[in-house]
Structure formats: structure tokens, C-alpha cells
T-cell receptor
Framework: GEDVEQSLFLSVREGDSSVINCTYT??????LYWYKQEPGAGLQLLTY?????DMKQDQRLTVLLNKKDKHLSLRIADTQTGDSAIYFC???????????FGTGTRLQVFP | EAGVAQSPRYKIIEKRQSVAFWCNPI?????LYWYQQILGQGPKLLIQ????????DSQLPKDRFSAERLKGVDSTLKIQPAKLEDSAVYLC???????????FGSGTQLSVL
């Protein structure tokens, strides 16, 4: 089946690292994505990783993929108040156009 | 590059009324998606178009929801009649081709009273 789960809430101090976790159930996913949603806005694609990769780094963002455990994480280094938002992981299912979203993790950054 | 445009931004209606949302995708994007995002949940795909043809509408409540994409560009999503549980943000997204990255609009927030 298709199911993507995330913890609901994460609170970090400004300057610390944030780690947002995601687990998925469909082993045939091709790409895994991280989207950011700020209040009243649509989803903004942050980064993505192909399913045959273990890690991808993009400036302050590091994505780790453990395909065996079906676990995806997003690490934000030097977290800033502007990073406060809801973060959604999503998986695309091979040979379909389906993009399955998780429930989202609300990241709150305090000074 | 202009993003995905949606209107209206907000809509408040009473149950059993009708409502329509409009989406203009990024120029050149062949694939267009409508998602429903209920408060506290992730977006759920309602319908996907490839040009002006429907690829997937398996989760669209067809007794009350309809969508079209005339000439393979703009799209409208209609609800008739609306129910209380339709209160949500309706997001439109587009991608260059199928299996490409999605770009989302800001959404239409619908409140059904």
C-alpha cells in the first residue's frame, strides 16, 4: 500500500540543526521529495533524491535515504527563523504519476 | 518565470451551493494536477491531466466534482453541490511532463458553511 508518515511537530533553536523524518511503505518509489509550505502559500519544492541514492546535499539541506528501512530524512543546518514552515515529504510511485504526500511536520524555530 | 496562478484566493459558500476554481499552469507545462489539502493533512490528488486528457481521476468524487482543461492550458475545478467536508485548500500544480517535478500554486481556500 501507499502510506507516508511524518512526526507532526519539531521545535528547534535558531542556529541549531533540524532533522525532519519520514517513513514510507511503497518500495517501488522512484523519487522522494521534500516540499516546504509557508502559511497561506502553496508547496515549494526544496529538494529531491532519486531512489538509488543514499544522500544528497544542497547548501544547508542534506537528504538521507535508507531504502532498506524506507526512511527519509531532511537535515537543515544552521536553522533560521525563516525556515519555520510545514515540511512535507512525498514519494512518486514507479510507472504511475502518483505523488503521495505525508501529513507534514510543522517546524518552529525560536530565537 | 511566472508560476502557477490560481483564483480566487479565498471563497466562502454555503452548503449545497456551487463553486469553481481556476488554474493557469506554468507556460509549456503539459501536466496539470488538482490537489485537495484538508487542514492538518497532506495534499491528496483529485485529478491529473496530460495536455487536455485525463490521466487519473480515481480519487475525484465524481458525483459532485468535475474538472476540465480546455485546449490543454487553463483548468477549472467545480464542486456542485458543496458539502461541509469539502472545506479545504485546493491546490493546482503543473509539471513539464509526467514524472517531472511539480510546481504548486498558492491555492484556493474554500470554506463551506
Amino acid at each position: 500500500g501507499e502510506d507516508v508518515e511524518q512526526s507532526l511537530f519539531l521545535s528547534v533553536r535558531e542556529g541549531d540543526s533540524s532533522v525532519i523524518n519520514c517513513t514510507y511503505t511503497d518500495s517501488s518509489s522512484t523519487y522522494l521529495y521534500w516540499y516546504k509550505q509557508e502559511p497561506g502559500a502553496g508547496l515549494q519544492l526544496l529538494t529531491y533524491i532519486f531512489s538509488n541514492m543514499d544522500m544528497k546535499q544542497d547548501q544547508r539541506l542534506t537528504v538521507l535515504l535508507n531504502k532498506k528501512d524506507k526512511h527519509l530524512s531532511l537535515r537543515i543546518a544552521d536553522t533560521q527563523t525563516g525556515d519555520s514552515a510545514i515540511y512535507f515529504c512525498a514519494e512518486s510511485i514507479t510507472h504511475t504519476d502518483k505523488l503521495i504526500f505525508g501529513t507534514g511536520t510543522r517546524l518552529q524555530v525560536f530565537p | 518565470e511566472a508560476g502557477v496562478a490560481q483564483s480566487p484566493r479565498y471563497k466562502i459558500i454555503e452548503k449545497r451551493q456551487s463553486v469553481a476554481f481556476w488554474c493557469n499552469p506554468i507556460s509549456g507545462h503539459a501536466t496539470l494536477y488538482w490537489y485537495q489539502q484538508i487542514l492538518g493533512q497532506g495534499p491528496k490528488l483529485l485529478i491529473q491531466f496530460q495536455n487536455n486528457g485525463v490521466v487519473d481521476d480515481s480519487q475525484l468524487p465524481k458525483d459532485r466534482f468535475s474538472a476540465e482543461r480546455l485546449k490543454g492550458v487553463d483548468s477549472t475545478l467545480k464542486i456542485q453541490p458543496a458539502k461541509l467536508e469539502d472545506s479545504a485548500v485546493y491546490l493546482c500544480a503543473s509539471s513539464l511532463q509526467r514524472w517531472e517535478k511539480l510546481f504548486f500554486g498558492s491555492g484556493t481556500q474554500l470554506s463551506v458553511l
